[in-house]
């Protein structure tokens, strides 16, 4: 039994998650599930990212104290992944006693080993990315400095600050990024970026006058920790570094960070420093996808673009419609341009013309002419080579992190079941008994690997169809007998 440890980044809580984020959360979720499923010790953490200047603006404008907002909106968070059967072992906020504790501890131990300095600092920098701007990095909109990304002004801040020496990291970056970043071209997407602009020692302070609401510097109070600093530190946390050390070098020892690609550099070449600054190892993996776009513009709240999560529940008829369709899309690679149009397709073609009507149609053939009783047979071998192509490739898959991959492997045996019952014509046979154990076969082998992307139709069908969900990895069966009790309507087309 191996251990598997998987993060999301934690999200600002300064508005509710939309379906880019789900897309991220539901994937490190499939991922959870399906090493849980093969018996490894896992741990799934995901939560909010509660400091600094933006939140702190938001709390203002609202009338509110952070604390306040921050604990309204982590429980919003909360509802959000339920409705999406997302299950995380923790939620971690960074307001949590024991993350404010780890920052301050690291903190100390990167100046005890001559990490942190006090200098000035001065630059353009952009609240809604909590990030400075140089020259050549931001747009020049009417003479004046604007984010690239959100095109707002940025604004002008000179102040005292704590640096942290990124600088002295370099050859250990070269060294332990190409090796440690999945896909790899994200890997030399970085190394490029430090090849043409180099390292700089990095701000990790806040004077207090100006962002208030953070973690104050344990050995000087006027200053707060940068937000960054104090969120990637979360990881560490949610092991456990400070509470338990075994667990926590067990589990660091195979944690695999899952991000978007907005957050690459914060996750690679500021990560891997500070936790080699703490004299840890740089994380297993750091696994990166690209963005859901929509009309053309990354989806989010300043672009006005976003597609709620409730609505794609709604459409999408509960949590395993809405994590299929994000699933089934997922790319690491390219940014995905998605629209109701597209997850209708994907919904209809996979969900309800495939899996089922699959399911209805083997139930409703078992009930019809077994009486619902389908004896232990061979499994026809059109159908055995089928499933077991599929499980091998799904195997493949997911042990590569692709999970759209995966499950349309799963997919295309269910199409060859389809195919086969249009072929064989068991409805004009007396006992077609070989016909429907070998398609009840096929289902139940398809509803342990699909599992971890629809737990809930997956658990339908076992419990219609007489069986019990078992590892995804585990193939065909000649020894069973099935009680087949209903056929059911597992997923209504939708309609356009
Ligand atoms: O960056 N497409 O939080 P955040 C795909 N607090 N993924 C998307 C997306 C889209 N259109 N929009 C958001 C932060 N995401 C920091 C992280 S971690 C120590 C601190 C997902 O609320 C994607 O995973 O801005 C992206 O990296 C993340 O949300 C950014 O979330």
């Known amino acids: 039994m191996g251990v598997f440890y998987v993060t999301t980044p934690i999200y600002y809580p300064n508005a509710p998650p939309h379906i880019g984020h789900a897309y991220t959360t539901v994937y490190a979720d499939v991922l959870a599930r399906y090493h849980r499923l093969l018996g490894d010790e896992t741990f799934y953490l995901t939560g909010t990212d509660e400091h600094g200047l933006k939140l702190q603006r938001v709390a203002e404008r609202a009338g509110k104290n952070p604390k306040e907002l921050v604990d309204e909106m982590a429980l919003v968070y909360k509802r959000y992944w339920a409705q999406l059967d997302i299950s995380y072992d923790r939620f971690i906020r960074t307001t949590d006693p024991d993350h404010e504790e780890l920052v301050r501890w690291a903190l100390r131990e990167m100046r005890?080993?001559?990490?942190?300095?006090?200098?000035?600092?001065?630059?353009?920098?952009?609240?809604?990315?909590?990030?400075?701007?140089?020259?050549?990095?931001?747009?020049?909109?009417?003479?004046?400095?604007?984010?690239?990304?959100?095109?707002?002004?940025?604004?002008?801040?000179?102040?005292?600050?704590?640096?942290?020496?990124?600088?002295?990291?370099?050859?250990?970056l070269r060294k332990t990024i190409p090796e440690r970043v999945y896909p790899d071209y994200y890997a030399r997407e970085v190394l490029g970026k430090l090849d043409k602009e180099g390292l700089r020692d990095i701000s990790i302070s806040r004077p207090r006058s100006r962002v208030w609401w953070g973690i104050p510097i344990p050995w000087d109070p006027e200053h707060t920790t940068y937000v960054w600093f104090d969120a990637l530190l979360n990881y560490l946390t949610g092991a456990g570094l400070l509470s338990d050390r075994g667990r926590f070098e067990r589990l660091w020892s195979n944690v695999h960070h899952v991000i978007g690609k907005d957050i690459l550099w914060f996750h690679t070449v500021i990560w891997f420093s500070m936790l080699e600054a703490l004299d840890?190892?740089?994380?297993?993996?750091?696994?990166?996808?690209?963005?859901?776009?929509?009309?053309?513009?990354?989806?989010?709240?300043?672009?006005?673009?976003?597609?709620?999560?409730?609505?794609?529940?709604?459409?999408?008829?509960?949590?395993?419609?809405?994590?299929?369709?994000?699933?089934?899309?997922?790319?690491?690679?390219?940014?995905?341009?998605?629209?109701?149009?597209?997850?209708?397709?994907?919904?209809?073609?996979?969900?309800?013309?495939?899996?089922?009507?699959?399911?209805?149609?083997?139930?409703?053939?078992?009930l019809r002419k077994l009486g619902g009783l389908v004896e232990a047979s061979g499994v026809d071998g059109r159908i055995e080579r089928a499933v077991e192509r599929a499980l091998e490739e799904y195997a493949?898959?997911?042990?590569?992190?692709?999970?759209?991959?995966?499950?349309?492997?799963?997919?295309?045996?269910?199409?060859?079941?389809?195919?086969?019952?249009?072929?064989?014509?068991?409805?004009?046979?007396?006992?077609?008994?070989?016909?429907?154990?070998?398609?009840?076969?096929?289902?139940?082998?398809?509803?342990?690997?699909?599992?971890?992307?629809?737990?809930?139709?997956?658990?339908?069908?076992?419990?219609?169809?007489?069986?019990?969900?078992d590892r995804p990895d585990r193939g065909l069966d000649s020894q069973r007998v099935y009680k087949v009790r209903e056929s059911p309507i597992l997923f209504k087309k939708v309609r356009g």
């Open 112 to 172: 005890s080993r001559g990490y942190i300095y006090k200098g000035r600092y001065s630059g353009w920098y952009c609240v809604d990315c909590e990030k400075f701007y140089s020259e050549g990095e931001y747009v020049v909109v009417e003479g004046k400095p604007h984010c690239p990304i959100h095109r707002k002004p940025l604004e002008w801040v000179e102040e005292e600050t704590y640096y942290f020496k990124l600088s002295v990291f370099e050859q250990h």
């Open 280 to 366: 840890i190892s740089p994380p297993r993996r750091v696994i990166v996808h690209g963005f859901l776009i929509n009309r053309g513009l990354k989806m989010g709240k300043s672009a006005g673009n976003v597609i709620a999560i409730e609505d794609l529940v709604e459409r999408y008829q509960g949590s395993d419609g809405a994590r299929y369709v994000l699933m089934r899309v997922f790319n690491p690679g390219k940014d995905v341009d998605i629209s109701f149009e597209l997850f209708d397709s994907i919904y209809n073609s996979d969900l309800a013309d495939n899996l089922g009507n699959l399911v209805r149609r083997v139930s409703t053939l078992a």
């Open 396 to 469: 493949s898959h997911m042990e590569s992190f692709d999970v759209s991959n995966a499950i349309q492997s799963v997919m295309a045996a269910l199409r060859e079941a389809n195919a086969y019952i249009n072929e064989t014509r068991p409805w004009e046979k007396a006992r077609p008994s070989e016909e429907l154990y070998s398609l009840l076969e096929a289902i139940r082998a398809a509803a342990n690997a699909l599992q971890v992307v629809i737990p809930r139709a997956a658990a339908r069908t076992a419990a219609a169809l007489g069986f019990e969900l």
